[in-house]
């Protein structure tokens, strides 16, 4: 097994050994062991709509240190917007009555009176939707009993690879959407809740299905990732990182073993951003500021919001201000973890390179 925490520490370390060497559009102004600011991207803006309108040029530029993920994977679906936003909760005062109306009108999406009479409903604190079937919860082939999982294919989803599934996966996916509708209408999210990974599971008890879903604002998601190890800044609790995920677990049967999405959420603030970095310019940031001698072969480059929370300010539930910023993420073996083994950032507004 790779020294992980080796694999970080390297990281951080490559990403400014060319700063003697860097290229007119970005001028280093002043890093740190995780993070290198830049004076000017200017010359790399777009508008918001066309982040992606270059990623054929990108991959066809010779790029040496940033491996891009196959080009008939990537979905280059343009936003709908980008914005600077800041989320609150919904039910933030967490009203105990809120929470059972939500509860009743929830359990019927989840099967006839009888059925749902088996399962655990309820409305968490969070403004989360969560029901599990504790009937067949321990004998399904599922993460939550992972000693009986002994294989997972994981296919990442998105509109060029949704058809690489198979039928059963494909089931679970479309089941998992029609909780997510409901559960939004129900909740008054407004986010959108979006599928992004299918995976099949191998067990002694037969096979499973997982279905992840993750946290989106006018078709620009909001990380649903943990960083496998995360630098001091991401763990400052000023600034913390707090990734957006939610899941889905079915038997071998299809039917549900557990449906957890992540909270609901209203943007209290959202202010248009009018340019951007594009997806070449952020390659060729994070190309011309990592060491000669460096190459990664990232699993996914997308344009997502970055979320952090601060919770020294007080209260329960701290609403999360998101910046847009482009990942570059190579991912953990650990098929239980969805964890970044090695994550860079380009800030998507000045450029700032920051190793998570």
Known sequence: MKDRKLIAVLAAAVIFTACSDVPDTATVTSSSPDT???????SLMVESEKAYADMDAAYSAGLKKVG????????????EGVYELELEIINRSADENWMTEK????????GS??????MKIKTAKLSAAYMINSAIKGSAVTPLCSEEVTSCEITPLNKKTSGAIDEKSKQAVSITEGYNRQAKAILGDQLESIIHEADCYQGNNGTGYGVHIEKAYKNVPILPYTPLNPNHEVLDESNELCPLDGYCFFDGQLNTVLYHPDSSYKAVKAEMIDKIISFKGACELLEENLGNAAHYDFDKVALMYDPRVDRTSGGDFPNIRCRPKWYFI???????SNAMQTCFTVDGLDGTIEVI
Do not use: G, H
């Not at 290198?36 to 200017?42: G, K, P, Y």
């Not at 009176?113 to 088996?118: H, L, P, R």
């Not at 190579?330 to 239980?336: G, I, L, P, V, Y």
């Open 330 to 336: 190579t991912f953990s073996e650990d098929f239980f």
């Open 68 to 79: 891009l993920p196959d080009r008939e994977t990537m979905d280059a679906t343009a936003p």
């Open 103 to 110: 509860t009743k009108e929830l359990a019927p999406i989840f």
């Open 113 to 118: 009176e009888e059925e749902i009479s088996k």
């Open 36 to 42: 290198l600011m830049v004076s000017s991207a200017d």
